[in-house]
């Protein structure tokens, strides 16, 4: 069982920045592509940022390419989101995900196990 926990999530400003951090349980995080997901009211979870295993390969959501960066520290069982740049169409409940094989996927369905999300909120 791997259990993740997201922080980092507030209330910020239009043009701002947030980090989102997830901090995953168990000994094989290493091993694990991560996934940063997002779900807006009314909207279809989608995927904004994925990261294999080592960190080699990385995939973005062409909304946030070029303002989002996600990277993870295998040392410290931990991936990060770090959002700059925020608009408020970026508003949402952010979710990370573990995928229990090293290459990442942009499909929601191949992830194994999920945070219960942090909040998002981008005033205009």
């Known amino acids: 069982q791997v259990q993740l926990v997201e922080s980092g999530g507030g209330l910020v400003q239009a043009g701002g920045s947030l980090r989102l951090s997830c901090a995953a349980s168990?000994?094989?995080?290493?091993?694990?592509?991560m996934g940063w997901f997002r779900q807006a009211p009314g909207k279809e979870r989608e995927l904004v940022a994925a990261i294999s295993w080592k960190g080699a390969n990385t995939y973005y959501a062409d909304s946030v390419l070029g303002r989002f960066t996600i990277s993870r520290d295998n040392a410290k069982n931990t991936v990060y989101l770090q959002m700059n740049s925020l608009k408020p169409e970026d508003t949402a409940v952010y979710y990370c995900?573990?995928?229990?094989?090293?290459?990442?996927?942009?499909?929601?369905?191949?992830?194994?196990?999920w945070g219960q999300g942090t909040q998002v909120t981008v005033s205009s």
């Open positions: 995900a573990a995928r229990l094989t090293g290459q990442l996927t942009v499909n929601g369905a191949d992830y194994h196990y």
């Open positions: 168990g000994r094989s995080f290493s091993t694990y592509a």
